[in-house]
């Protein structure tokens, strides 16, 4: 709590476009929400809404930004009334969904920032990255309560030198190149994977020249019942996994 008011900026792809972010007239598009706010902003995205138009299905996040969607209970922290859910967001009506695509010029669904949070989504079958972590990364930042399904990368991380958490509300679903991908110059990064990593094709998780300093843990489970399994190469990182199930035909299972 900082002593100041809390304001919450809607978003709705159902709107009309031009929206002021108030809750009588939402931004449309995750563009005119970040347009339309900054650092350290509030943006909660209405249940129901889909955002699949190649210029309106991707974000890339502000420092300290919450971007949040109704359908889980989200708290913010007030001096007087203490931590509070903000009004409707454990509503029930549904996920807003990030569908296909994952453009701008990170390639990606959602790009995150220091500080910042994205929660409450589905994101399903981006042609690119569904979530990206690159070299903008040095602080920490959090991915909750979102489920990634049908993605080219679900979890896709080049050259973070900060902290990223995936949490065990999230998940990882078939995905075509790999569920976690770890690449790059991450010499004090840091990648907690603590939700599941299923995948009946390709690799479920592939780590590529993480050197030393870098760290990824897995701790959820990983499973991988028909694809390529795990792959590790180049890397003189930390790389520990706390739960793995692989079934993997033909080939290596790591």
């Not at 690159?134 to 909750?144: K, M, P, Q, S, Y």
């Not at 004090?188 to 990593?197: D, L, P, Q, S, Y």
Request: hydrophobic share 40%; net charge negative.
């Amino acid at each position: 709590a900082t002593g100041q008011p809390v304001r919450i900026f809607h978003l709705d792809s159902r709107a009309a476009a031009g929206g002021d972010g108030s809750f009588e007239s939402p931004f449309s598009t995750p563009q005119e929400a970040e347009a339309g706010t900054g650092p350290e902003a509030i943006v909660f995205a209405h249940a129901g809404s889909v955002f699949d138009n190649g210029a309106n299905n991707f974000v890339t996040l502000q420092a300290n930004q919450r971007f949040l969607g109704e359908g889980v209970t989200h708290l913010i922290n007030t001096d007087q009334l203490g931590s509070i859910a903000i009004p409707a967001s454990g509503d029930v009506g549904g996920l807003p969904t990030f569908q296909g695509g994952g453009g701008g010029a990170n390639m990606a669904n959602v790009t995150v920032a220091d500080g910042s949070t994205f929660s409450g989504f589905n994101i399903n079958n981006s042609v690119n990255s569904a979530v990206l972590a690159n070299n903008t990364l040095t602080g920490t930042a959090n991915v909750e309560n979102t489920i990634i399904t049908g993605a080219d990368i679900g979890l896709n991380v080049q050259d973070a030198t900060g902290i990223l958490n995936f949490a065990t509300t999230s998940t990882i679903n078939n995905t075509i190149q790999a569920g976690l991908n770890v690449d790059g110059a991450m010499t004090t990064g840091t990648i907690n994977v603590n939700g599941a990593i299923n995948n009946n094709a390709a690799r479920a998780v592939r780590i590529n020249n993480l050197p030393d300093g870098g760290v990824v843990n897995v701790n959820g489970l990983v499973t991988d019942n028909g694809g390529t399994g795990i792959l590790v190469q180049n890397t003189s990182g930390d790389v520990n996994f706390v739960n793995a199930n692989l079934t993997i035909p033909n080939g290596d299972a790591v």
